[in-house]
C-alpha cells in the first residue's frame, strides 16, 4: 500500500470515527416502551420547566415549583418544599464573596424495601440564571431525573430508598444544595448520590466526577454504562477548576456518587437560546440512557459500592472502558517499551545514533510548532479571553473548531516532512519564528513570541540534514517515554493519555521496525493502527475543545497524533514530500480563522448579547445608561445615547466587577436599599441591608479599618473581613427581608457599605428601549433597574 494513501486513509478514517463517536442517539418518542430511557417523554417535563426564564426567588420558579410537586404527587410520592435561607462564602474568589438567598428545595421519596438502607439520591436544580429558560441547564437534567425516577418505579419497590433532590438556588451559587445537606433530615440518610447537569445545549453526557476512593464506583460505572464518556482524567482535571455544582456540596459531605454533564452547543449555556426548541434532545436520550441502568442498578441492588482504591480509566469505544489501578500505567510503559525495543531490534540496520537525536529535537520542534500556530489561530480570532468575550466563538464553534484541526494537521505534517527531507535550518526556523511573531501583531504577546522563539532555536539546532524514519520516530517514542514516566509519577491517573496512544505507536514500531520494514501488509497494519489511534485522540481532543478556551492545550493530543502517523508522515530523500500539503492546510486553517474574526457570527439562531441597565445613583439623584458587555453592540449604544449622554468607560464598583459603557440619563424615581447598624445586648454590632420592593437581587461591599472578628451572615459563622481595609463583596437574591451581617468590634469604628439593588425590569419613567432584531438578545439581567449608593456607619 501507498505511504501516502495509508497516511490519507488513517487521518479521514480517524476523523469520521472521532465524530461518529461523538454523535448523540436518536431521542426515543413518547410511546416508547416503559422499561427504556425516553427523551420525548423527558422532554414534556423540560418544556413546562423551561418555558420562561426562572431564577431563584421569581415567580416563574414559584410557578416551576408547583408543577414539580404536583408531578412528584401524581407519581404517588408525597413531596416535601423545603424553604430555607442559605449562605457560603465562595473558595474561588480572591476576595471575600458571600452568595445568599432564599431557596425552596423539592424533595420526594421514593419507599425501597429496607427504609434503614442508605438510599440512592438523584439530584438536579429547577432555577435558572435570569434571562436564560434553562432549558438545558438545568430543566434537562430535572427532567431526566424523573423519568429515571418513573423507570425505577415501573420495575417495581426498589431494595431502598431512592430519594429526589431537585434543588434551588444552585445558579446563585449551590445554595439548594447547601441548605439540603446542611438541614435536610434525608441528607443524613443519602448513601450514594447522583447528579446531572448541563454547560451547554447538546453533546454527550460526559461523567466528569466521582468522590474519593472510586474503584468500587468506577467497577459499576463500567458494568453498566451504555455508551461511556469519561476518564480519571476528567476527574482530576475538574478537581482542580473553580467550577462547581451541587455535587461539590455532596462530595464535601462525604458521600460518593457520580456527576454527569453535557457540555457542547456551549453558545447555550447561560443563555436566552437555551430553549426547549433548541436543546439536542440526543443528548437528554443519552443523558438517560447513561444514568439510568447505573441508577436502577443501585436501586436495586443489595448493597451500594464501597471504597476501594482509585483506579486510571478512560473510554475507548462503544460500550467498552478500560480501567486498572495506579500501578497499571507502569505496565502499559512496560508493553510499551517492550514493543519498542523489539520494532528497534528489527530496524536496526535503518538506525543511526544521529537520527535518534534529531528525532528527539523533532519531536520537541513539533510540539512548540502545533503549539504557537494555535496560538496565534486563537490570537487572529481577535477574542478576548473571557465568558462573555468568548461567545463569538462559540456562535461559530464549528467553525473555529476546524481552524484548530487544520492549522494542528498543518504543523504535524510540516514537522514531519522537514525532518525527513532535511530542509536548510532557515526554513525549520522561519514558520514557528513568524508564529510566535504574528501574535503580537494584535498586541504585545510574550508568550507567542517565547514559544516560537524557542520553537526557532529547537528548529536550528535539530534540521538540516536528512533524517532516516526508524531514527527520528525511535526519538519521539523516547520522549514520549519521559513524559509518559513524568505524568505516571506526578499523576498517575493522567498517565493513560500519554501511555496508550503509545503503545499504539509501539506495536506499530514493532510490526514495521521503526519503519524501516515496509511491505504491504506493514504498511496497511500502520494506517489501520493510525487511524484508530487516531479516532480515540481526536475524540478526546474534541472534549478539551468543549470544555476549555486553552487551545494552546491541543497541543498535546495533535503531538499524540503525530507520534502514531509519523511513520507514514515523515518522508524519507526519494520520496515525495508532504511539505506542500501541510503548508496548504496552515495556510488554509489561517484562511478560515480569518472568516471567523471577520464574518458576523450572529443570526437568529446565536443572537448577540446585551447588558443594559438604567443606574440610579440614589444618594446624589444622578442617573446613566450603561452596558456592561465588553463590546457595545449597535443596539446597546442607541439605548445608552438615547437621553444625549456622552459615552463613556467607567467603573462602577458596587454595580460591575468590571468597567461598563455609560452614558448620562435622565434621573428616575428609584428607591435603594436601606443599611442600619445596631448594637446588641451582648455588645456585638448587626449590620442590615434590606433591598427595596421589587428587587430580586441584591449586591453590597463592606469594608473597616478595625479588624472585626466573630462575623456571621443571618445568624451563622462565616468568615470575612479577612484584613482590615479589604472589601468583602455579598451577592443575595430573593432575600426581601434583607441580609444581617454581625461582628464583633474591639473598639469605636466605622464601617463602609456600597450597594446595589436591581430590578429586573426597565423603568416605567424613563424613555422605552427600542425594539430588539432577532439578531439581538437581553442577557441575564439586562433591561433591568440598578438602584445603587453608599453609606459610612459608625459605632
Not at 303 to 322: C, D, E, S
Not at 400 to 422: D, F, N
Not at 442 to 451: H, Q, V, W
Not at 671 to 696: E, F, I, N, W, Y
Request: glycine share 10%; hydrophobic share 50%; proline share 7%.
Amino acid at each position: 500500500m501507498n505511504k501516502r494513501l495509508a497516511l490519507g486513509l488513517a487521518v479521514i478514517g480517524g476523523l469520521v470515527l472521532a465524530w461518529w463517536g461523538a454523535k448523540t442517539p436518536a431521542p426515543l418518542r413518547p410511546q416508547a416502551p416503559a422499561q427504556l430511557f425516553s427523551a420525548g417523554r423527558a422532554m414534556v417535563d423540560d418544556r413546562v420547566i423551561a418555558r420562561v426564564p426562572h431564577p431563584v426567588g421569581s415567580a416563574a420558579n414559584a410557578v416551576a415549583r408547583d408543577y414539580l410537586v404536583g408531578r412528584l404527587t401524581a407519581m404517588g410520592l408525597a413531596p416535601q418544599v423545603q424553604r430555607a435561607a442559605a449562605a457560603l462564602r465562595t473558595p474561588h474568589s480572591p476576595e471575600p464573596l458571600v452568595l445568599g438567598a432564599t431557596v425552596e428545595n423539592i424533595v420526594g421519596v421514593l419507599p425501597g424495601r429496607d427504609p434503614a438502607a442508605p438510599a440512592l439520591a438523584l439530584m438536579a436544580h429547577y432555577d435558572s440564571v435570569p434571562a436564560s429558560p434553562g432549558a438545558a441547564d438545568d430543566a434537562a437534567g430535572v427532567s431526566s431525573a424523573l423519568e429515571i425516577l418513573r423507570m425505577i418505579k415501573a420495575r417495581g419497590t426498589p431494595a431502598r430508598d431512592v430519594v429526589l433532590v431537585i434543588t434551588d438556588g444552585e445558579e446563585q451559587g449551590l445554595l439548594g444544595a447547601v441548605a439540603f445537606f446542611r438541614d435536610h433530615p434525608l441528607a443524613r440518610h443519602a448513601g450514594f448520590v447522583i447528579n446531572m447537569e448541563s454547560r451547554g445545549g447538546g453533546g454527550k453526557a460526559r461523567m466528569f466526577q466521582t468522590g474519593p476512593d472510586n474503584g468500587q464506583v468506577i467497577d459499576l460505572f463500567r458494568r453498566t454504562s451504555a455508551q461511556p464518556v469519561s476518564s480519571s482524567l476528567d476527574v482530576f482535571v475538574y478537581e482542580h477548576l473553580p467550577n462547581d455544582t451541587d455535587f461539590t456540596v455532596s462530595k464535601g459531605a462525604g458521600l460518593p456518587g457520580l456527576n454527569y454533564a453535557f457540555i457542547g452547543r456551549q453558545f447555550d449555556y447561560h443563555s436566552p437560546s437555551s430553549t426547549s426548541d433548541a436543546l439536542d434532545q440526543g443528548s437528554v436520550q443519552q443523558m438517560g440512557d447513561e444514568v439510568a441502568p447505573t441508577a436502577l442498578a443501585l436501586a436495586f441492588d443489595k448493597a451500594l459500592p464501597g471504597k476501594a482504591a482509585n483506579l486510571v480509566y478512560a473510554n475507548t469505544f462503544g460500550a467498552h472502558v478500560l480501567a486498572y489501578p495506579a500501578w497499571g500505567g507502569w505496565v502499559a510503559l512496560a508493553l510499551a517499551a517492550a514493543l519498542t525495543g523489539l520494532g528497534v531490534w528489527r530496524g536496526r540496520k535503518g538506525l543511526a545514533g544521529a537520527d535518534l537525536a534529531r528525532g528527539v529535537g523533532a519531536a520537541v520542534y513539533m510540539a512548540l510548532l502545533i503549539a504557537v500556530v494555535l496560538r496565534f489561530a486563537r490570537r487572529l480570532t481577535g477574542a478576548d479571553f473571557g465568558f462573555l468575550e468568548q461567545r463569538v466563538l462559540l456562535a461559530q464553534a464549528d467553525r473555529w473548531e476546524l481552524a484548530l484541526l487544520l492549522m494542528g494537521l498543518g504543523a504535524v505534517l510540516y514537522a514531519a516532512s522537514i525532518a525527513g527531507r532535511g530542509r536548510s535550518r532557515f526554513e525549520t526556523v522561519l514558520l514557528p519564528a513568524v508564529a510566535g511573531a504574528a501574535c503580537s501583531a494584535f498586541g504585545l504577546d510574550t508568550i507567542g513570541l517565547g514559544i516560537g522563539g524557542a520553537g526557532a532555536l529547537v528548529g536550528l539546532a535539530t534540521f538540516g540534514r536528512p533524517t532516516a524514519v526508524a531514527g527520528s520516530w525511535t526519538g519521539l517514542m523516547l520522549t514520549a517515554f519521559v513524559v509518559a514516566i513524568a505524568a505516571q509519577v506526578m499523576a498517575p491517573a493522567t498517565g493513560f493519555l500519554i501511555a496508550w496512544p503509545l503503545v499504539v505507536a509501539a506495536l506499530g514500531g514493532a510490526l514495521s521496525g521503526m519503519g524501516a520494514v515496509r511491505p504491504p501488509w506493514a504498511t496497511l497494519a500502520l494506517a489501520l493502527l493510525s487511524l484508530v489511534g487516531l479516532g480515540w485522540i481526536l475524540a478526546f481532543a474534541h472534549g478539551v475543545y468543549e470544555g476549555l478556551d486553552l487551545v494552546e492545550l491541543l497541543a498535546l493530543p495533535a503531538w499524540l497524533c503525530g507520534l502514531i502517523i509519523w511513520p507514514l508522515a515523515q518522508t524519507e530523500e526519494d520520496e515525495a514530500s508532504p511539505r506542500a500539503v501541510a503548508l496548504s492546510l496552515l495556510v488554509l486553517g489561517v484562511l478560515v480563522a480569518t472568516v471567523v474574526r471577520i464574518a458576523p457570527p450572529w443570526s437568529a439562531r446565536h443572537p448577540r448579547a446585551t447588558m443594559v441597565s438604567y443606574a440610579v445613583d440614589v444618594d446624589h439623584g444622578r442617573a446613566s445608561r450603561i452596558s456592561a458587555t465588553p463590546d457595545l453592540p449597535p443596539w446597546a449604544e442607541k439605548v445608552l445615547r438615547a437621553d444625549g449622554g456622552h459615552l463613556n468607560r467607567i467603573n462602577m464598583p458596587a454595580v460591575s466587577r468590571r468597567p461598563v459603557w455609560a452614558a448620562d440619563a435622565m434621573p428616575v424615581p428609584a428607591v435603594g436599599p436601606t443599611a442600619t447598624l445596631a448594637r446588641l445586648g451582648d455588645g456585638d454590632l448587626v449590620l442590615k441591608v434590606v433591598p427595596p420592593p421589587g428587587a430580586r437581587v441584591l449586591n453590597f461591599e463592606l469594608r473597616s479599618k478595625s479588624a472585626l472578628t466573630a462575623t456571621t451572615v443571618d445568624g451563622r459563622p462565616i468568615k470575612l473581613f479577612d484584613k482590615p481595609g479589604q472589601w468583602s463583596r455579598f451577592q443575595f437574591a430573593a432575600a426581601p427581608e434583607g441580609v444581617s451581617v454581625g461582628f464583633r468590634a474591639t473598639g469605636p469604628g466605622e464601617i463602609e457599605a456600597r450597594y446595589a439593588a436591581v430590578t429586573e425590569a426597565w423603568p416605567a419613567a424613563a424613555r422605552p428601549l427600542p425594539a430588539r432584531d432577532a439578531r439581538t438578545m437581553p442577557f441575564l439581567t439586562s433591561d433591568s433597574l440598578t438602584a445603587y449608593g453608599a453609606r459610612r456607619l459608625s459605632w
